[in-house]
């Protein structure tokens, strides 16, 4: 018999923003896509990550961001195959890359590639990438969810929702350009604060 899955009474029933974006922050974002596909896919072949450690790596990065549409997502898939408790310091890296709104620290993507090596360390990047631009989009989304369930989210306007939930559509193309032109460059897709001192807020 298979098992039920429960997904916690909490998601979906969010009132206010975890974390806000903008439009530069979605097109920065955006702009990684390319690449970041790229190493998923390289890893999907390789298997040098397992894909319940991405979801979990993305349910990390998604809770920071308070993304209810991403979160409930992600969680089914994370309930539905099984949870482990190993892989910590990439869950902490997750959350840290979050707090820092897609700019980690250069010291803590090191303890990564420490641990990991390079070319996991580049995985469990990406797969936080991918999830953050997922959230940009998902979090306005969730508050125009919310606002047609008469629960519209404190200080967000439907502007602000429709706005970013149309303009996504909007630059998607034009930012995947981009990307691919940075692939093509060989720029890579590893974006991290050198400054020493505080997390980004």
Known sequence: MKKEIKIPDSIGLRTEYKRKFSLLDMYSAF??????????RKNKKQNLISNLFIERLQLAVTEVNGCAACSYAHTHMALKQGMSSEEVKAIVFAQHFADTRGFPKAEAY???????????????????????????YGIPLSALQSRLKKRPYKGSTILYEIGMLIMGVIILPITLIHGLLRQLFGISHIRLDNKPGEDNE
């Open 31 to 40: 702009m990684l896509i390319p690449s970041i596909i790229s190493v998923i």
């Open 110 to 136: 090191q303890v990564i590639v420490d641990e990991y090596g390079e070319e996991q360390a580049s995985i469990i990047l990406a797969a936080s990438q991918m999830m953050i631009a997922g959230n940009i």
